[in-house]
Protein backbone atom coordinates (compact mmCIF):
# COMPACT_ATOMS: atom_id res chain seq x y z
CA UNK A 1 0.00 0.00 0.00
CA UNK A 2 0.77 3.93 -0.68
CA UNK A 3 2.29 5.06 2.41
CA UNK A 4 3.81 8.60 3.77
CA UNK A 5 7.66 8.17 5.40
CA UNK A 6 10.87 9.96 6.30
CA UNK A 7 14.07 10.84 4.83
CA UNK A 8 15.83 11.27 8.31
CA UNK A 9 14.60 9.17 11.86
CA UNK A 10 16.84 11.66 13.68
CA UNK A 11 17.83 15.32 14.01
CA UNK A 12 20.08 17.39 15.95
CA UNK A 13 20.49 21.24 15.98
CA UNK A 14 22.39 24.13 17.46
CA UNK A 15 19.77 26.52 19.83
CA UNK A 16 19.10 29.29 17.65
CA UNK A 17 19.83 27.55 14.20
CA UNK A 18 16.95 26.87 11.77
CA UNK A 19 15.61 22.82 11.59
CA UNK A 20 14.28 21.52 8.09
CA UNK A 21 12.62 17.92 8.51
CA UNK A 22 11.68 16.64 5.31
CA UNK A 23 9.16 14.06 4.43
CA UNK A 24 8.51 11.80 1.19
CA UNK A 25 4.67 10.73 0.34
CA UNK A 26 3.91 7.85 -2.30
CA UNK A 27 -0.32 8.72 -2.66
CA UNK A 28 -0.88 11.50 -5.70
CA UNK A 29 -4.19 11.38 -4.62
CA UNK A 30 -3.90 12.62 -0.95
CA UNK A 31 -4.48 16.46 -0.57
CA UNK A 32 -4.32 17.38 2.48
CA UNK A 33 -0.88 17.42 4.56
CA UNK A 34 -0.05 17.81 8.55
CA UNK A 35 2.10 18.33 10.61
CA UNK A 36 2.47 16.86 14.27
CA UNK A 37 4.34 17.43 16.98
CA UNK A 38 4.87 14.29 19.88
CA UNK A 39 6.53 15.08 22.74
CA UNK A 40 7.83 12.08 25.20
CA UNK A 41 4.48 11.14 26.72
CA UNK A 42 2.34 13.21 25.23
CA UNK A 43 -0.11 12.73 22.18
CA UNK A 44 0.56 14.34 19.16
CA UNK A 45 0.13 17.79 18.98
CA UNK A 46 -0.99 19.61 15.44
CA UNK A 47 1.55 22.00 14.32
CA UNK A 48 0.69 23.43 10.56
CA UNK A 49 -1.56 21.60 7.69
CA UNK A 50 -1.38 22.46 4.18
CA UNK A 51 -4.00 21.55 1.31
CA UNK A 52 -2.63 20.51 -2.54
CA UNK A 53 -3.64 23.66 -3.88
CA UNK A 54 -0.96 25.84 -2.06
CA UNK A 55 3.13 24.85 -2.25
CA UNK A 56 3.92 27.41 0.96
CA UNK A 57 2.04 28.25 4.35
CA UNK A 58 3.75 29.96 6.90
CA UNK A 59 2.90 30.21 10.76
CA UNK A 60 4.97 30.93 14.24
CA UNK A 61 8.55 29.86 13.41
CA UNK A 62 7.17 27.35 11.55
CA UNK A 63 6.67 26.80 7.31
CA UNK A 64 5.26 24.23 5.67
CA UNK A 65 6.54 23.72 2.08
CA UNK A 66 4.68 21.25 -0.32
CA UNK A 67 6.29 19.80 -3.90
CA UNK A 68 3.65 17.54 -5.81
CA UNK A 69 5.91 16.87 -8.37
CA UNK A 70 8.63 15.18 -6.14
CA UNK A 71 6.00 14.50 -3.63
CA UNK A 72 8.02 15.90 -1.17
CA UNK A 73 6.69 18.12 2.03
CA UNK A 74 9.29 19.51 4.31
CA UNK A 75 8.74 21.34 7.70
CA UNK A 76 11.05 24.39 8.38
CA UNK A 77 11.94 25.86 12.13
CA UNK A 78 12.88 29.10 12.37
CA UNK A 79 15.05 29.70 15.48
CA UNK A 80 14.95 26.59 17.15
CA UNK A 81 14.65 26.77 21.05
CA UNK A 82 15.06 23.60 23.53
CA UNK A 83 11.43 23.50 23.63
CA UNK A 84 11.19 22.18 19.86
CA UNK A 85 12.79 19.04 20.93
CA UNK A 86 10.07 15.91 19.81
CA UNK A 87 9.34 13.67 17.16
CA UNK A 88 7.58 15.18 14.13
CA UNK A 89 5.37 13.40 12.34
CA UNK A 90 3.92 14.22 8.74
CA UNK A 91 0.39 12.81 7.90
CA UNK A 92 -1.44 12.67 4.89
CA UNK A 93 -5.10 12.07 3.62
CA UNK A 94 -7.35 12.39 0.79
CA UNK A 95 -10.14 14.96 0.28
CA UNK A 96 -13.27 12.88 2.13
CA UNK A 97 -11.26 10.63 3.98
CA UNK A 98 -11.15 9.78 7.77
CA UNK A 99 -8.09 7.97 7.72
CA UNK A 100 -4.66 9.92 8.34
CA UNK A 101 -1.71 8.55 7.30
CA UNK A 102 1.34 9.00 9.63
CA UNK A 103 5.22 8.64 8.68
CA UNK A 104 7.28 7.10 11.70
CA UNK A 105 8.50 10.10 12.81
CA UNK A 106 11.65 12.17 12.96
CA UNK A 107 13.70 13.04 16.06
CA UNK A 108 14.58 16.52 16.50
CA UNK A 109 16.58 17.44 19.11
CA UNK A 110 18.11 20.73 20.21
CA UNK A 111 21.55 21.12 21.44
CA UNK A 112 21.98 24.13 24.19
CA UNK B 1 -10.20 22.60 28.97
CA UNK B 2 -9.54 18.83 29.20
CA UNK B 3 -9.71 18.25 25.18
CA UNK B 4 -9.84 14.26 25.04
CA UNK B 5 -9.90 12.24 27.69
CA UNK B 6 -8.25 8.29 28.07
CA UNK B 7 -8.55 5.88 30.55
CA UNK B 8 -6.82 4.35 32.09
CA UNK B 9 -3.55 5.39 31.09
CA UNK B 10 -1.59 2.38 32.35
CA UNK B 11 -2.53 -1.24 32.16
CA UNK B 12 -1.29 -4.71 32.39
CA UNK B 13 -3.12 -7.34 30.68
CA UNK B 14 -2.65 -11.27 30.93
CA UNK B 15 -2.91 -12.90 27.37
CA UNK B 16 -6.37 -13.91 27.03
CA UNK B 17 -7.94 -11.17 29.38
CA UNK B 18 -10.22 -8.66 28.19
CA UNK B 19 -9.88 -5.12 28.41
CA UNK B 20 -12.13 -1.59 27.09
CA UNK B 21 -10.30 1.88 26.95
CA UNK B 22 -12.47 4.74 27.25
CA UNK B 23 -12.11 7.83 25.47
CA UNK B 24 -14.30 11.17 25.74
CA UNK B 25 -13.98 14.69 24.12
CA UNK B 26 -15.64 17.87 25.13
CA UNK B 27 -15.14 19.48 22.11
CA UNK B 28 -18.44 18.40 20.29
CA UNK B 29 -16.73 16.95 17.69
CA UNK B 30 -18.31 14.51 15.32
CA UNK B 31 -15.40 12.19 14.17
CA UNK B 32 -13.73 10.07 17.00
CA UNK B 33 -10.30 7.39 16.14
CA UNK B 34 -8.56 5.26 17.85
CA UNK B 35 -4.87 4.81 16.72
CA UNK B 36 -2.23 2.71 18.40
CA UNK B 37 1.82 3.48 18.36
CA UNK B 38 4.21 1.17 18.48
CA UNK B 39 8.22 1.83 18.88
CA UNK B 40 10.30 3.39 15.69
CA UNK B 41 6.18 3.56 13.90
CA UNK B 42 4.11 6.22 13.28
CA UNK B 43 0.37 5.71 14.32
CA UNK B 44 -1.69 3.39 12.58
CA UNK B 45 -5.85 3.82 12.97
CA UNK B 46 -7.36 0.95 13.77
CA UNK B 47 -11.07 1.96 13.72
CA UNK B 48 -12.67 5.66 13.59
CA UNK B 49 -16.21 6.40 13.96
CA UNK B 50 -17.56 9.32 10.88
CA UNK B 51 -19.67 10.92 13.25
CA UNK B 52 -22.42 9.66 16.35
CA UNK B 53 -23.81 5.97 15.13
CA UNK B 54 -21.81 4.54 12.89
CA UNK B 55 -17.99 3.11 12.99
CA UNK B 56 -15.59 1.54 10.49
CA UNK B 57 -12.42 -0.37 9.84
CA UNK B 58 -9.26 1.77 10.21
CA UNK B 59 -5.64 -0.04 8.93
CA UNK B 60 -5.47 -2.41 11.89
CA UNK B 61 -8.66 -3.33 12.92
CA UNK B 62 -8.01 -7.35 13.83
CA UNK B 63 -8.78 -7.85 17.53
CA UNK B 64 -10.28 -4.94 18.25
CA UNK B 65 -14.11 -3.82 18.56
CA UNK B 66 -15.14 -0.22 19.16
CA UNK B 67 -18.57 1.44 20.25
CA UNK B 68 -19.39 5.27 19.54
CA UNK B 69 -22.04 5.35 23.03
CA UNK B 70 -22.96 8.57 22.16
CA UNK B 71 -21.37 11.97 20.77
CA UNK B 72 -18.93 12.38 23.32
CA UNK B 73 -18.02 8.63 24.34
CA UNK B 74 -15.69 6.36 21.93
CA UNK B 75 -14.35 2.78 23.33
CA UNK B 76 -11.66 0.26 22.01
CA UNK B 77 -12.07 -3.13 22.87
CA UNK B 78 -9.74 -6.16 23.61
CA UNK B 79 -11.81 -9.13 23.68
CA UNK B 80 -8.84 -11.72 24.05
CA UNK B 81 -5.34 -9.74 24.43
CA UNK B 82 -2.12 -10.42 22.76
CA UNK B 83 1.01 -10.08 23.17
CA UNK B 84 1.38 -8.65 19.73
CA UNK B 85 -1.37 -5.90 21.22
CA UNK B 86 1.02 -4.56 23.04
CA UNK B 87 1.07 -0.57 22.71
CA UNK B 88 0.66 2.72 23.45
CA UNK B 89 -3.03 3.78 21.91
CA UNK B 90 -4.41 6.88 21.38
CA UNK B 91 -7.74 8.46 20.91
CA UNK B 92 -8.51 11.37 18.65
CA UNK B 93 -11.26 13.49 17.75
CA UNK B 94 -12.02 16.05 14.71
CA UNK B 95 -15.05 18.38 13.89
CA UNK B 96 -15.43 15.98 10.80
CA UNK B 97 -12.82 13.64 9.00
CA UNK B 98 -9.22 13.68 8.55
CA UNK B 99 -8.32 16.79 6.59
CA UNK B 100 -8.60 19.19 9.69
CA UNK B 101 -7.23 19.41 12.98
CA UNK B 102 -6.98 16.04 14.85
CA UNK B 103 -7.12 16.63 18.28
CA UNK B 104 -5.42 13.67 20.28
CA UNK B 105 -5.68 12.16 23.94
CA UNK B 106 -2.52 11.96 26.21
CA UNK B 107 -2.20 8.03 25.65
CA UNK B 108 -3.00 4.45 26.87
CA UNK B 109 0.15 2.26 27.73
CA UNK B 110 -1.01 -1.38 27.36
CA UNK B 111 1.34 -3.95 27.69
CA UNK B 112 0.12 -7.84 27.21
CA UNK B 113 2.02 -10.72 29.11
Known amino acids: GESVGLHLPTLSVQEGDNSIINCAYSNSASDYFIWYKQESGKGPQFIIDIRSNMDKRQGQRVTVLLNKTVKHLSLQIAATQPGDSAVYFC???????????FGKGTKLSVIP | NAGVTQTPKFQVLKTGQSMTLQCAQD?????MYWYRQDPGMGLRLIYYSASEGTTDKGEVPNGYNVSRLNKREFSLRLESAAPSQTSVYFCASSEQGASGELFFGEGSRLTVL
Open chain 2, 27 to 31: MNHNS
Open chain 1, 91 to 101: AETGAGSYQLT
